[in-house]
T-cell receptor, first 111, second 115 residues
């Protein structure tokens, strides 16, 4: 079975600064990788996903992530964050019949 | 186009009771997945329904059961509620031909509190 570890539970950052949210996964088979965002009192919204092909994946709202198979990582990055990016971010991995989420990283963007 | 909707928004039950949560999938979507998200944690996969049959299940006991209807809407039923069942329950629908989890659209969730 696969598993996901989000290495930071909270990441505070100033507005317009760059940010990286870290995610490591483990799996014995090929997997698909995802990043979701959750705003307060809302469901999850897909930011981006890696299924195959280019290891650099671009998503919505200026986010991107890089799949690194040798390091089993899928870190999320944004070069310049906005106040509106304040939210909970979840990394997830799916196999044939299951989907596992990390515990989440709370991104707080300060003015 | 209407997105995924869930009802009710909030629900309070007492231990031992039974509860039914409802989900209407996005138009054209034929697969529905359910997740449990405890406070401060990531969602956990409960099960998935495709063509009115269970198509996969996470590590949840049999008192968690579901249904999918011909219009692809779905219900999650939980019997003999326990305090640890208190959580946000999320429903996600997927369009046909996209792979089991590759294209999920989530509803806003139902917040269940068990006293």
């Amino acid at each position: 079975a696969q598993s996901v570890t989000q290495l930071d539970s909270q990441v505070p950052v100033f507005e317009e600064a760059p940010v990286e949210l870290r995610c490591n996964y483990s799996s014995s088979v090929s997997v698909y990788l995802f990043w979701y965002v959750q705003y307060p009192n809302q469901g999850l919204q897909l930011l981006l996903k890696y299924l195959s092909g280019s290891t650099l994946v671009k998503g919505i709202n200026g986010f991107e992530a890089e799949f690194n198979k040798s390091q089993t990582s899928f870190h999320l990055r944004k070069p310049s964050v906005h106040i509106s990016d304040t939210a909970e971010y979840f990394c997830a991995v799916s196999g044939e019949d299951d989907m596992r989420f990390g515990a989440g990283t709370r991104l707080t963007v300060k003015p | 186009e209407t997105g995924v909707t869930q009802s009710p928004t909030h629900l309070i039950k007492t231990r031992g009771q039974q509860v039914t949560l409802r989900c209407s999938s996005q138009s054209g979507h034929n697969t529905v997945s359910w997740y449990q998200q405890a406070l401060g944690q990531g969602p956990q996969f409960i099960f998935q329904y495709y063509r009115e049959e269970e198509n996969g299940r996470g590590n949840f006991p049999p008192r968690f059961s579901g249904l999918q209807f011909p219009n692809y809407s779905s219900e999650l039923n939980v019997n003999a509620l326990e305090l640890d069942d208190s959580a946000l329950y999320l429903c996600a629908s997927s369009p046909p031909g996209t792979g089991i989890f590759n294209e999920q659209f989530f509803g806003p969730g139902t917040r269940l509190t068990v006293l």
